[in-house]
């Protein structure tokens, strides 16, 4: 399989990009690919949920009458979670939601999902441009030349650019990434993936480690 690279204008180049399909594989990944998503999505949690218990609470640790004779339920103090404004019981405390997944299932999913843009036709590549400024009107232009203009994408280059990143962060269906920050849930949550000349050549390296 090869793609020809494409110029800012939405032209075809003379240059081109071949896939070899074996490095993508064949197999079916769906459950890695859930699980890795999983993972993504489970980090992305602050995890400082915290309500008050028995112990946290402020207030006198009184017995509110004796054990026996009058009749009603025992009672502790007036922190007692049965009463209204009492602790909570076993109430959320602060914790990390991380899951452990290898490198290698990491990088699997990844190969998995680009594999599926690129038979299902939503991959372009377009050769590396710079901007001396930030200017979001050039990246509206570019993704009007690529007919991508009201559908979900995702552009990934291949080193941090500044003035490409303040250009395309108000965009509503535009994402932005480097080669290095690339994660599996942006990829399978956009509908076309837009690749730099010099990121795909770094996607092998990184896919292959």
Do not use: W
Not at 96 to 109: A, D, G
Not at 143 to 148: E, H, M, S, T
């Amino acid at each position: 399989m090869e793609l020809k690279i494409l110029d800012i204008k939405g032209n075809y180049t003379d240059r081109k990009i071949e896939f070899n399909e074996k490095f993508f594989g064949k197999k079916s990944y769906d459950h890695s690919i859930y699980l890795e998503i999983k993972r993504y999505l489970s980090a992305q949690r602050q995890g400082t949920h915290k309500s008050k218990e028995r112990g946290d609470l402020s207030g006198s640790t009184r017995k509110l009458h004796r054990q026996k004779g009058t009749g009603g339920s025992r009672k502790g103090d007036i922190k007692n979670p049965l009463f209204r404004g009492g602790g909570r019981i076993f109430g959320p405390r602060p914790r990390h939601y991380f899951e452990k997944i290898n490198k290698l299932t990491k990088n699997l999913v990844k190969k998995t999902i680009i594999g599926y843009k690129l038979k299902e036709n939503k991959v372009k590549i377009i050769e590396d441009f710079q901007l001396k400024i930030p200017k979001t009107k050039f990246i509206l232009k570019i993704l009007k030349f690529l007919k991508l203009e009201n559908k979900k994408s995702l552009m990934i280059i291949g080193k941090p650019n500044k003035n490409l990143y303040l250009s395309s962060r108000n965009l509503k269906n535009f994402k932005l990434l480097n080669v290095n920050e690339l994660n599996s849930y942006s990829l399978l949550n956009s509908l076309y993936i837009i690749f730099s000349e010099n990121s795909m050549k770094k996607i092998y390296e990184i896919l292959n480690n």
